[in-house]
């Protein structure tokens, strides 16, 4: 297998040049998002960049303490089809290492009761995102140890994995209802349900 390219960007004056480039599509958090679905630049290699699972940033392995810095690149990240992500501006695309999601969920709102319900999530970046139609959460089991992973889309086909004290918050919120004729734990937001396993299965993990 060839060895993946590494883009000339990846050394500190190159990356301070990414940065002043993205720094021009996006003025702050309060700002709309850069339209980086809409660009096409060419690609420019892989940079040694890499989100670790706890969302924690790294350049050439050294964690990013920034915050506004990796706040900064959050606005230009792009999950394309080939299952990769991308730091994308109008002139340019590097690929990235993301371990699991590249955004992780750390907070979680409760406003309004049964339908009306709305669960809202702040990320590790700054994104708020309300869960609904437009932002739906999945839920996956991981790795031997059957590990529920909860997900919620964010943006593009970017997600946030929801962080293990807020997935508790989620649990007490569940309720049984019957999705497609079977009986789920599921937990509701916007107006959707959304199914977390099962109901006998999570009947039998409480035994």
């Not at 940033?57 to 990796?70: A, E, K, S």
């Not at 994308?88 to 999601?101: F, M, S």
């Amino acid at each position: 297998m060839a060895e993946a390219q590494i883009a000339p960007s990846a050394d500190a004056d190159s990356l301070a040049a990414l940065i002043s480039r993205a720094a021009g599509q996006t003025n702050g958090k309060d700002t709309p998002l850069p339209p980086v679905e809409h660009w096409n630049p060419p690609f420019c290699g892989d940079i040694d960049m890499e989100i670790r699972a706890d969302g924690t940033w790294f350049y050439l392995g050294t964690p990013i303490g920034r915050q506004p810095l990796v706040r900064l690149f959050s606005t230009v990240l792009r999950r394309e089809e080939d299952g990769k992500t991308y730091l994308v501006t109008p002139v340019e695309k590097l690929g990235i290492r993301v371990a699991d999601a590249p955004f992780v969920a750390v907070e979680l709102s409760v406003t309004g009761r049964g339908d009306g319900q709305v669960l809202t999530f702040r990320t590790n970046v700054g994104d708020v995102v309300e869960a609904g139609a437009d932002h739906r959460l999945h839920f996956v089991i991981h790795g031997d140890n059957s590990e529920l992973k909860p997900y919620l889309h964010v943006r593009g086909r970017l997600e946030a994995l929801v962080a293990r004290p807020v997935m508790y918050e989620l649990a007490e919120l569940g309720e049984v209802a019957v999705i497609d004729g079977v009986e789920m734990f599921a937990v509701r937001s916007g107006g959707v349900l959304f199914p977390v396993m099962p109901a006998a299965e999570l009947a039998a993990l409480s035994a």
